[in-house]
C-alpha cells in the first residue's frame, strides 16, 4: 500500500507534548500490519504533517527517529520512503548502545561463546557439500590476511557466518550475523593489535575446525571453537587493559 493514500488507513491525530514519538509509533504498526510495505514513497513532509494534524517539525523529527533505527530511508530531495529491514541494519544502532563499556565487549563474547559452540555441533550434522566449501574457502581468505599481515576482519566474520549458514537454521544465521557485526564493531580498533599476538595462531586453526565439521566431529568442532574464543577473550582483556 502506497502511503499516498493514507487517509484510508486508521492513524489517530494526538496532541500532546513529543508528538514525533506519536508519530513514531504509528508508522512502526503501519510497517509491522503490513500496510507500509518496503518501497513504499511516505507522503512529502508538509502533506504528511497536514493528515497527522501535526506540525512539519514534529514529522521531521519522527523521520529523523525512524531513519537512525533503519526502518526509513531519506534522500535529498527525494523524501522518505520504508527502507527493507535486515539483522544487518540494526547492528550499528545496537553497537552504539551496547559497546560503551568495556565490560560489555567481554560479555558479548560470552554470549558467543554459548551460542556458537552449540552452532557449531549443528553444522558438524548438518553441512553440505556447498557449506563445506564455503567453510573451507572462507578459512583459506582468513588464512592469506593474516599470513600477509592484511588487517581485514571481513574475512573472519565469514568464516563464521559460514559455519552458521551450515546448520541450515535460519533464526541462528541471522542471530550469528547480529553478533559478528557487534564483535566486528567492538574490536574492529584493536584488531592489528590482537593479530600480533598468540591470536594469531588461532586464526590458522581454522581448518582444524573445518576437517571436524567435514568429518561429522561435532565435539572436536566444538572444543576447538571454544578454546578459540576463549583465546580472543584473553587476548581482547590483554589488549584492553588500563
Not at 491525530?13 to 508519530?23: A, D, F, N, V
Not at 504528511?48 to 526502518?71: F, I, N, Q, T, W
Not at 598468540?198 to 561435532?218: G, M, R, S
Amino acid at each position: 500500500m502506497n502511503i499516498g493514500h493514507i487517509e484510508e488507513v486508521d492513524i489517530k491525530r494526538k496532541k500532546r507534548t513529543r508528538l514525533y514519538r506519536s508519530i513514531v509509533k504509528q508508522i512502526k504498526q503501519l510497517i509491522r500490519e503490513g500496510s507500509l510495505a518496503p518501497g513504499d514513497q511516505l507522503l512529502p513532509e508538509r502533506q504528511l504533517s497536514e493528515k497527522l494534524g501535526v506540525s512539519r517539525s514534529a514529522v521531521r523529527e519522527a523521520l529523523c527517529v525512524l531513519d537512525s533505527m533503519g526502518l526509513v530511508e531519506i534522500t535529498p530531495g527525494g523524501g522518505a520512503c520504508i527502507k527493507k529491514i535486515g539483522v544487518e541494519s540494526i547492528v550499528g544502532p545496537l553497537a552504539s548502545i551496547m559497546l560503551k563499556e568495556k565490560e560489555t565487549v567481554l560479555d558479548l563474547l560470552e554470549a558467543l561463546k554459548i551460542i556458537e559452540v552449540g552452532m557449531i555441533k549443528l553444522a558438524a550434522e548438518r553441512a553440505s557439500k556447498s557449506d563445506l566449501y564455503q567453510i573451507r574457502e572462507a578459512a583459506i581468505e582468513v588464512y592469506n590476511d593474516v599470513a600477509n599481515n592484511r588487517d581485514d576482519d571481513e574475512t573472519d566474520v565469514n568464516f563464521h557466518l559460514a559455519i552458521a549458514r551450515a546448520t541450515q537454521n535460519s533464526v541462528l544465521f541471522n542471530i550469528m550475523t547480529m553478533l559478528s557485526g557487534l564483535m566486528k564493531e567492538a574490536y574492529g580498533l584493536s584488531r592489528k593489535e590482537l593479530l600480533q599476538g598468540p591470536i594469531k595462531i588461532c586464526y590458522y586453526q581454522n581448518f582444524e575446525i573445518y576437517e571436524a565439521i567435514k568429518n561429522n566431529d561435532a565435539e572436536l568442532a566444538a572444543k576447538l571453537i571454544e578454546d578459540h574464543l576463549q583465546m580472543a577473550t584473553c587476548e581482547i582483556k590483554r589488549v584492553n587493559k588500563p
